[in-house]
Protein backbone atom coordinates (compact mmCIF):
# COMPACT_ATOMS: atom_id res chain seq x y z
CA UNK A 1 0.00 0.00 0.00
CA UNK A 2 1.52 3.41 -1.27
CA UNK A 3 2.20 5.45 1.83
CA UNK A 4 3.19 9.19 3.06
CA UNK A 5 4.05 10.24 6.09
CA UNK A 6 4.63 13.88 7.55
CA UNK A 7 6.56 15.14 10.37
CA UNK A 8 5.95 16.60 12.67
CA UNK A 9 2.15 16.35 13.23
CA UNK A 10 2.16 19.94 14.33
CA UNK A 11 4.60 22.86 15.63
CA UNK A 12 4.39 26.28 17.17
CA UNK A 13 7.51 28.32 16.29
CA UNK A 14 8.40 31.89 16.90
CA UNK A 15 8.32 34.97 13.68
CA UNK A 16 11.59 34.48 12.64
CA UNK A 17 12.42 31.38 13.34
CA UNK A 18 13.55 28.78 10.60
CA UNK A 19 11.53 25.90 10.37
CA UNK A 20 11.89 21.91 8.42
CA UNK A 21 8.97 19.91 7.41
CA UNK A 22 9.81 16.32 6.91
CA UNK A 23 7.80 14.16 4.36
CA UNK A 24 9.01 10.25 3.90
CA UNK A 25 7.14 8.20 1.41
CA UNK A 26 6.90 4.39 0.22
CA UNK A 27 4.86 4.02 -3.10
CA UNK A 28 5.37 1.10 -5.56
CA UNK A 29 6.47 3.82 -8.53
CA UNK A 30 7.03 7.08 -7.77
CA UNK A 31 7.06 10.23 -10.82
CA UNK A 32 7.32 13.33 -8.38
CA UNK A 33 6.19 14.92 -4.80
CA UNK A 34 4.33 17.57 -4.54
CA UNK A 35 3.82 20.21 -1.56
CA UNK A 36 1.37 22.04 -0.85
CA UNK A 37 0.03 24.82 1.45
CA UNK A 38 -3.72 25.15 3.11
CA UNK A 39 -4.90 27.34 5.22
CA UNK A 40 -8.25 27.97 5.78
CA UNK A 41 -9.77 26.71 2.47
CA UNK A 42 -8.13 25.17 -0.05
CA UNK A 43 -4.66 23.46 -1.16
CA UNK A 44 -2.43 25.94 -2.83
CA UNK A 45 0.58 24.58 -4.81
CA UNK A 46 3.72 25.12 -3.26
CA UNK A 47 6.46 22.65 -5.28
CA UNK A 48 6.68 19.71 -7.14
CA UNK A 49 10.05 17.46 -7.64
CA UNK A 50 10.89 14.63 -9.77
CA UNK A 51 15.30 14.93 -9.21
CA UNK A 52 17.16 14.32 -6.62
CA UNK A 53 19.62 17.04 -4.73
CA UNK A 54 17.61 19.64 -7.06
CA UNK A 55 16.70 22.24 -4.73
CA UNK A 56 13.32 24.07 -5.78
CA UNK A 57 13.43 28.11 -3.58
CA UNK A 58 10.06 30.33 -3.90
CA UNK A 59 11.13 33.16 -1.53
CA UNK A 60 11.42 32.16 1.99
CA UNK A 61 10.40 28.41 0.82
CA UNK A 62 12.72 25.82 -0.61
CA UNK A 63 12.28 22.00 -0.68
CA UNK A 64 14.79 19.27 -1.82
CA UNK A 65 14.16 15.81 -2.40
CA UNK A 66 16.05 12.68 -2.07
CA UNK A 67 15.09 9.63 -3.80
CA UNK A 68 17.31 7.36 -2.37
CA UNK A 69 15.82 7.65 0.76
CA UNK A 70 12.42 8.18 0.08
CA UNK A 71 12.03 11.60 1.77
CA UNK A 72 11.60 15.28 1.33
CA UNK A 73 12.15 18.54 3.37
CA UNK A 74 10.34 21.61 2.87
CA UNK A 75 12.62 25.00 4.88
CA UNK A 76 10.64 27.96 5.84
CA UNK A 77 13.37 31.05 6.52
CA UNK A 78 12.25 33.95 8.76
CA UNK A 79 8.97 32.50 9.47
CA UNK A 80 5.53 34.87 9.74
CA UNK A 81 2.63 34.79 10.83
CA UNK A 82 1.16 34.36 7.73
CA UNK A 83 2.80 30.96 7.14
CA UNK A 84 0.68 29.53 9.78
CA UNK A 85 -0.96 26.53 7.55
CA UNK A 86 -1.22 22.95 6.98
CA UNK A 87 1.85 21.81 4.75
CA UNK A 88 0.47 18.74 2.84
CA UNK A 89 3.26 16.44 1.06
CA UNK A 90 1.79 14.14 -2.00
CA UNK A 91 3.56 11.75 -4.01
CA UNK A 92 2.31 10.72 -7.47
CA UNK A 93 3.26 6.73 -7.34
CA UNK A 94 1.32 6.53 -10.81
CA UNK A 95 0.50 8.45 -13.48
CA UNK A 96 -3.34 9.08 -12.25
CA UNK A 97 -3.25 10.68 -8.94
CA UNK A 98 -1.64 11.48 -5.62
CA UNK A 99 -1.39 9.75 -2.44
CA UNK A 100 -1.49 12.67 0.13
CA UNK A 101 0.07 12.70 3.61
CA UNK A 102 -1.86 14.01 6.37
CA UNK A 103 0.06 17.23 7.12
CA UNK A 104 2.19 19.09 9.10
CA UNK A 105 0.41 21.82 11.31
CA UNK A 106 2.71 24.81 11.72
CA UNK A 107 1.22 27.75 14.01
CA UNK A 108 3.81 30.76 13.90
CA UNK A 109 3.63 33.16 16.76
CA UNK A 110 4.52 36.71 17.06
CA UNK B 1 -13.85 34.41 -14.12
CA UNK B 2 -11.75 31.32 -15.01
CA UNK B 3 -11.15 29.15 -11.94
CA UNK B 4 -12.61 26.08 -10.36
CA UNK B 5 -15.69 26.26 -8.59
CA UNK B 6 -17.48 23.60 -6.18
CA UNK B 7 -21.48 23.71 -5.07
CA UNK B 8 -22.91 23.90 -2.52
CA UNK B 9 -20.06 25.29 -0.37
CA UNK B 10 -22.28 23.89 2.64
CA UNK B 11 -24.81 21.51 3.09
CA UNK B 12 -26.63 19.45 5.73
CA UNK B 13 -28.41 16.49 4.67
CA UNK B 14 -30.26 13.43 6.68
CA UNK B 15 -29.17 9.87 6.29
CA UNK B 16 -30.41 8.15 3.72
CA UNK B 17 -31.19 10.96 1.38
CA UNK B 18 -29.21 11.63 -1.82
CA UNK B 19 -26.79 14.51 -2.55
CA UNK B 20 -25.08 16.53 -5.20
CA UNK B 21 -21.75 18.14 -5.29
CA UNK B 22 -21.06 20.03 -8.32
CA UNK B 23 -17.75 20.66 -9.43
CA UNK B 24 -17.10 22.90 -12.23
CA UNK B 25 -13.74 24.06 -14.54
CA UNK B 26 -13.22 26.69 -17.21
CA UNK B 27 -9.06 25.71 -17.82
CA UNK B 28 -10.47 22.77 -19.89
CA UNK B 29 -8.29 20.47 -17.71
CA UNK B 30 -8.59 16.91 -18.46
CA UNK B 31 -8.35 15.82 -14.99
CA UNK B 32 -10.36 16.39 -12.90
CA UNK B 33 -10.44 14.62 -9.05
CA UNK B 34 -12.66 14.35 -5.78
CA UNK B 35 -11.32 14.14 -2.50
CA UNK B 36 -12.67 14.21 0.53
CA UNK B 37 -10.61 15.63 3.49
CA UNK B 38 -11.07 14.11 7.35
CA UNK B 39 -9.22 14.69 10.65
CA UNK B 40 -6.46 12.34 10.69
CA UNK B 41 -6.72 11.07 7.26
CA UNK B 42 -5.66 13.90 5.47
CA UNK B 43 -6.96 14.22 1.79
CA UNK B 44 -7.92 10.46 0.36
CA UNK B 45 -8.75 10.24 -3.53
CA UNK B 46 -12.35 9.17 -4.27
CA UNK B 47 -13.05 9.32 -7.88
CA UNK B 48 -11.32 10.68 -10.68
CA UNK B 49 -11.19 11.09 -14.71
CA UNK B 50 -8.75 11.43 -17.09
CA UNK B 51 -11.39 12.69 -19.97
CA UNK B 52 -15.22 12.91 -20.37
CA UNK B 53 -16.76 9.64 -20.04
CA UNK B 54 -13.46 8.28 -17.88
CA UNK B 55 -14.13 7.59 -14.62
CA UNK B 56 -12.31 5.75 -12.36
CA UNK B 57 -11.74 4.61 -8.46
CA UNK B 58 -9.74 6.00 -6.09
CA UNK B 59 -9.12 4.82 -2.47
CA UNK B 60 -12.63 5.14 -1.21
CA UNK B 61 -14.73 5.23 -3.33
CA UNK B 62 -17.91 3.07 -1.70
CA UNK B 63 -21.43 5.18 -1.56
CA UNK B 64 -20.47 7.58 -4.34
CA UNK B 65 -21.18 7.97 -8.14
CA UNK B 66 -19.72 10.25 -10.42
CA UNK B 67 -20.51 11.16 -13.98
CA UNK B 68 -18.22 13.00 -16.74
CA UNK B 69 -20.47 13.67 -19.35
CA UNK B 70 -18.79 17.11 -19.90
CA UNK B 71 -14.86 17.95 -19.75
CA UNK B 72 -15.94 21.11 -17.03
CA UNK B 73 -18.03 19.40 -15.25
CA UNK B 74 -17.94 16.44 -12.61
CA UNK B 75 -20.40 15.77 -10.12
CA UNK B 76 -20.09 13.48 -6.93
CA UNK B 77 -23.30 12.09 -5.99
CA UNK B 78 -23.86 10.66 -2.48
CA UNK B 79 -26.80 7.77 -3.34
CA UNK B 80 -27.56 7.12 0.41
CA UNK B 81 -25.82 9.53 2.89
CA UNK B 82 -24.49 8.18 6.02
CA UNK B 83 -22.78 9.87 9.01
CA UNK B 84 -19.47 8.57 7.77
CA UNK B 85 -19.34 10.61 4.89
CA UNK B 86 -19.61 13.50 6.81
CA UNK B 87 -16.60 15.88 5.31
CA UNK B 88 -15.55 18.33 3.27
CA UNK B 89 -14.55 17.57 0.11
CA UNK B 90 -12.62 19.55 -2.77
CA UNK B 91 -12.88 18.76 -6.06
CA UNK B 92 -9.21 19.69 -8.29
CA UNK B 93 -8.05 19.94 -12.34
CA UNK B 94 -5.11 19.21 -13.86
CA UNK B 95 -4.00 19.14 -17.26
CA UNK B 96 -1.66 16.23 -16.05
CA UNK B 97 -3.15 13.52 -13.37
CA UNK B 98 0.59 13.82 -11.56
CA UNK B 99 0.87 17.77 -11.68
CA UNK B 100 0.36 20.46 -10.22
CA UNK B 101 -3.62 20.31 -9.02
CA UNK B 102 -6.03 23.09 -8.99
CA UNK B 103 -8.36 22.95 -6.23
CA UNK B 104 -11.88 24.11 -5.62
CA UNK B 105 -12.96 26.30 -2.31
CA UNK B 106 -14.21 22.59 -0.73
CA UNK B 107 -17.43 21.37 0.14
CA UNK B 108 -18.70 21.52 3.44
CA UNK B 109 -20.84 18.37 4.09
CA UNK B 110 -22.78 17.25 7.49
CA UNK B 111 -25.12 14.10 7.73
CA UNK B 112 -27.16 13.86 10.71
Known amino acids: EDKVVQSPLSLVVHEGDTVTLNCSYEVTNFRSLLWYKQEKKAPTFLFMLTSSGIEKKSGRLSSILDKKELFSILNITATQTGDSAVYLC??????????FGTGTRLQVTL | DAGITQSPRYKITETGRQVTLMCHQTWSHSYMFWYRQDLGHGLRLIYYSAAADITDKGEVPDGYVVSRSKTENFPLTLESATRSQTSVYFC???????????FGEGSRLTVL
Open chain 2, 92 to 102: ASSERADGELF
Open chain 1, 90 to 99: AVSPTASKLT
